[in-house]
Structure formats: structure tokens, C-alpha cells
């Protein structure tokens, strides 16, 4: 087999000290393929890359209107965040909307990924919950969208369980990731995340085909269509709630609104929707990495593919080539485009 | 150029989500190369996986006896701790012995590594100090060579630039660093570390010869012959000093002694010296992964190589092929050595 190619370098010292290799598809809504670097075609598990996706049962069921989810809880239902605490409260506010609280979250508890947020909360004498997990928003849609399933009956009952793939909720969830994707879920690997979901393992080409279809609803159904723009009218206009402070995707959405809609996944993976290019992208980097290298790879293509001005640009360009400094403040290398990702 | 080979694997849901590529080298105190994978002619950044041989002139000089140094002491010297209270106690007492304090660090402060030490100087409405720095142990060694080479002058005035390459201290330390891997320092990229000193680019095989040096004491000088021996067993004896809580190169030494000596750095570097053996060990993962991936590498090498009882061999299988479970506790996959790596 061969080798995905070298996607980012970590330079320091004058030298390339590591490098991150992946693979990239870039598809339009039709599916045809506008570029692509390595191995497209073997399936990958996309982990929380696909948030989007499995967030538009929520909007398509009627569940969102039923309950009244405004835009800050719909970008929550699409993200990964920091836990901090808005980030927490809205996931506890949506649950409210539904009629239920934290304990019917299935997600696990952990700290809050962002450090900040995590020692707020150590030196408030609190620990984390089920809200702090960064899936909690997704995990509250899913709630949201069993509750309106379950009218009329016991929600709580109906609830138990709905992170196992054969429950009403996941049938759903699945079904949109199938829709959206157009590849065969019965017929693939299927893996669980880390919030105890399915993952199925699906080609970067139909993952970059999905995001496309999210860029322009073209080969959606009428209500996937209408829920993918109100998810990604959600998240540009309530950016913060999709990552949170200092995180690539807030900060990329807070300067560009809704010219792009970039989500990452664990294990180094990164999808986007361009809607005025109409194209999709879908981004793994081989070595799980999802921080640096991943985040280089999606700077690079935004700052290639999307309408920037001048101020864009620059800003994209930082995010795209970033300077690694050290614990004193000492620029000490940086991470850069590999020759293949410039061609 | 030929990719290094893929030596760990990432598995869930049955396929292989994620993959590292990298290079190894074990070594005799002789220099003959016991075996090898991928590149081992390229320099690469050691980072702090050299700490034990920067810490030779800390003995070989007289300094840590002059300062009464204690094993604790001396391993806390050659490690990249967790920023735990004792760790941070034993970093300042170094400091106390010399005559100076924690403001004779340069390493710069940051949060401390391991997430319970750092909430519980949240929670205790602390911050963090050059004491918490991963790297603060290494640096007081070199404050406390540094206040034996300034005595009867200014110690304050003599330590101050003690991290620049043309100070009298870094001189002894990249002077060591020469003399046991035996590559020409000035001649090589040299780049700047985490805390601000000097990191010099040499290959696996040079390094892995290094620590077949610290592991018989062969092809050394006779200080550095006393100063290595004395560090392997000061880190054998404190082991919890040399990394901290739950930490891989704690755990290992913790439970085998001085059989082993290992040695992370950053970057995904990993070196060894097994003195049972004779040899060295020194790994460089490609995407600069300095978890999971190199951590699988080395214990699979601890487990080929090194003479364990039944006991040992199934925790140092446990953490050769770790299982991954997720914020519920399910059991999602684990990591497994690659192909090339068993053979």
C-alpha cells in the first residue's frame, strides 16, 4: 500500500523535526471530485467531524421547533467544546427545553478539555458532569429529538439506551449519515466513539460528497436541506458554542461567518462546507493527530479555496503556517504546508 | 526518500483507525548495531529524551556531591515530571542546597503537566511556577552545577544566561552530550528546547550508542562512568521523580528497577539503556507522538529484550498493547505494535 503523502511538517531548528501524513478529498455536490491527495477511498471512522450530519434529525424531525432551540443551542448540538461554562449551561438549557435534565445524558463525564475551564471548575470545589463532556450538546440534540419520539409516553424510559445503534434515536442519526454520505452503513466497519455512539468507517469522498450536500442541499432530501441551513446558519452566527475560546473552528467561523463550516473530529480528522464554492472537504491525517496538523491542513485549503480580503488572508495565513514558541515566549520552530499540500 | 516503517497501529471497530510511522535503533557499547528499523542516519531532536546525559556533569563535576545531593534529588535531574507538589518540593530543595531559589530558573513556567496537580493548585488558588515546569529537576541540576563552578565569585551574576550553548554550564552539558554520543555537536542543526536550552540534531544510532555507554559504563571517561551509574540508580531508586503519577517511564522503573532506564522526550522521542544487556535504545516516532505511540514501541522493545518474570512480562504486555476505553469506560479498541516491529 502506499504511503499517504507528507501533508505538514514541524520545523524547529532549521529542520523538519516531525511530519504528519494524510489524505484529503475535496468533492462537489455532485460528487465529482474537484482534488484529492492519498488514499480517498478506504473507510475511516469520521468521529465528531460529522456532528452536523448527525444533528439533522434534530432540525428535520421537528424537534428543534418543538422545543424552541435557538441558535447557540443548535451550533451546541454540532460541536466538540472546551466545557466551559456557557458551554455547560446550554447544554443543560436545551435538556430543560425537552423536559429532562443531565441524568439522561449517555455521554460520560469528563473534565473540560480546556484547561482554563477545567481549573474554574477545580477551584470552584466542583467536578465535572455529563454537560462538561465535549459531546454534551450533541448528546442533549439526541435527547431533544427522543423526547419528541417519545410524546406520549415515558420519556425517560424511552430514553435509556439511546446511544446503541438500534435505538429509534441512532436509527435516525444513522439514516441522515447515510443519506447525507450515500455509502452503505450495513456494510461497513462500525466502531464507538468516545461518548459511546457508533462510528462507521466511511471514504473521505463520501464524507467530502456529504459536505458538500451540506454547502448546498443539492441531493438532500427537502428536509435535510432545511435543516442543513439552518445548523450551519446556527453555528456561524453562534460560533463560540461550536469549540469554544481559542478553538480552531470558533475562531475560524467568528472571522468568516458563513463562507465556511469547519468541523473537527478525534484521530486527526477535519470535514468542511463551502457553500459558496459548493464543495465539500473531508481531511484524516494518518497519525490521529487532531490539533496542529489537521488544523494546518484545513488552514491551508480555506486560504486556497475561499474568497478572503486582505485581513482574512493574513489571519488564515497564521492559522495556516503557526509559530511554535516555547514556555518562555521564544519562537522555537513552526509548522508548514508540505510540498505535496502546495502543489 | 523511503517512509519509515508504520510501527504501531491504532485499532477500533476491527480496522486500523489511525497509524505511526518511525525509526529505532539498539546499539552495543561498541557501537555495532544490534538491530534497526527505518532511518537511523538522520539527526533528529532528542529533546529531553537526553536529560540523563545532561545531568552527567552535575555528578562528574563534584556538584551534586558538594550539594549533598540525594537520589530524588538526582532523578528529579534527568526527569520530565508531572509538576506534582513533590516534585516542585524537590526541584526548590535542590535549589535551597546551592544557595539560591526558584528564581534562578530559566525554564519558564507553565501549568503542570499531570491535569489532578495542576487542579489542585487551582483549587488551592495557586499558579504555576518554574518549580511546576516539566523540566525544572533538569534545570536546578544545572543551577547547582552552576553555583560550584561560580564559587567564591557571584553566583546570581555567574547563573544568569545559564540555557545559552556559550555559557560556561551549557558548555559542560553540550560537552557530555558529545562525548558519550560521539557526534560532532558543532557541526549539526541546533535548535532551541522547551525551556529554553539548546537541543542538538544527532541519529538514533548515535544516541542509542549513547545509552549503551550509560548502560555498561564502556567508551566513557571516568567521571561520566561514576556519574552514569550514579544517575541510573538514583532514577531506579526514585523512580516516581523521574515522571510522576500513572507515568510510563515511573510505572516501568518502579517495577524493573535498574534493568531498565527509559527516558521519554518530546516530539515522540524515546531512549534506553539496558545495562543486563549492554544496549541502547533510541526511538524517534515520524508525527512526533510522544504518547501512545512511542510508549507501545519501547515496551514491546522492554519485552523482546530484557529478562522478565512472568509478573513482568504481563504488565509490560499491558502496556505494549494498552486497550483504549471511552468516557464510559467501554473498551473502543486498543494499540497494537505494527508488523515490522514484531518481526
Known amino acids: 500500500m502506499t504511503p499517504n503523502p507528507e501533508l505538514v511538517l514541524a520545523l ?47 432540525v428535520a424531525s421537528g424537534a428543534a421547533d418543538r422545543w424552541q432551540l435557538n441558535d447557540e443551542e443548535l451550533a451546541l448540538a454540532c460541536a466538540s467544546h472546551g466545557g466551559e461554562a456557557r ?18 445524558l449517555e455521554c460520560g463525564a469528563h473534565w473540560p478539555y480546556l484547561e482554563e475551564a477545567q481549573r474554574a471548575l477545580a477551584a470552584a470545589g466542583a467536578g465535572p458532569t455529563a454537560l462538561h463532556n465535549n459531546c454534551s450538546g450533541k448528546h442533549a440534540g439526541f435527547v431533544c429529538l427522543g423526547c419528541l419520539l417519545a ?44 461518548c459511546s455512539i457508533p ?29 442543513a441551513l439552518r445548523l450551519r446558519q446556527a453555528v456561524a452566527r453562534a460560533p463560540y458554542m461550536v469549540g469554544g475560546s481559542g478553538r480552531f473552528d470558533s475562531r475560524v467561523m467568528e472571522r468568516l461567518g458563513e463562507r465556511v463550516f469547519c ?31 489537521c488544523e494546518v491542513v484545513m488552514a491551508q485549503l480555506i ?18 503556517e503557526p509559530r511554535l514558541s516555547n514556555w518562555n515566549g521564544i519562537e522555537v520552530g513552526s509548522l508548514q504546508a508540505a510540498p505535496a499540500l502546495l502543489d
Open 12 to 58: 524547529r531548528g532549521g529542520i523538519t523535526e516531525s511530519v504528519h501524513r494524510g489524505a484529503l478529498a475535496i468533492v462537489d455536490s455532485g460528487g465529482a471530485l474537484h482534488s484529492a491527495l492519498g488514499d480517498i477511498d478506504r473507510p475511516i471512522f469520521p468521529r465528531s467531524a460529522v456532528k452536523v450530519l448527525q444533528a439533522l434529525p434534530l
Open 87 to 104: 458551554h455547560a449551561q446550554t447544554a443543560a438549557a436545551m435538556l430543560a427545553k425537552a423536559g429532562v435534565d443531565a441524568s439522561a
Open 151 to 194: 410524546e406520549g409516553g415515558d420519556r425517560r424510559q424511552f430514553l435509556r439506551g439511546y446511544v446503541q445503534p438500534e435505538h429509534a434515536v441512532m436509527q435516525q442519526v444513522s439514516a441522515a449519515l447515510q443519506a447525507t454520505t450515500g455509502y452503505d452503513l450495513s456494510r461497513t466497519a462500525m466502531g464507538t466513539d468516545g
Open 199 to 227: 462510528t462507521f468507517a466511511i471514504p473521505l469522498r463520501h464524507l467530502a460528497h456529504a459536505f458538500a450536500r451540506i454547502a448546498t442541499g443539492q441531493g438532500l432530501s427537502e428536509p435535510h436541506q432545511h435543516a
Open 263 to 293: 468541523k473537527v473530529g478525534a484521530e486527526g480528522v477535519y470535514c468542511a462546507a463551502l457553500p459558496e464554492q459548493g464543495l465539500g472537504v473531508a481531511i484524516k491525517m494518518d497519525d490521529g493527530n487532531n490539533a496542529r496538523a
Open 303 to 320: 486560504a486556497r479555496l475561499v474568497r478572503l480580503d486582505e485581513g482574512e488572508r493574513s489571519f488564515i495565513r497564521s492559522l495556516a
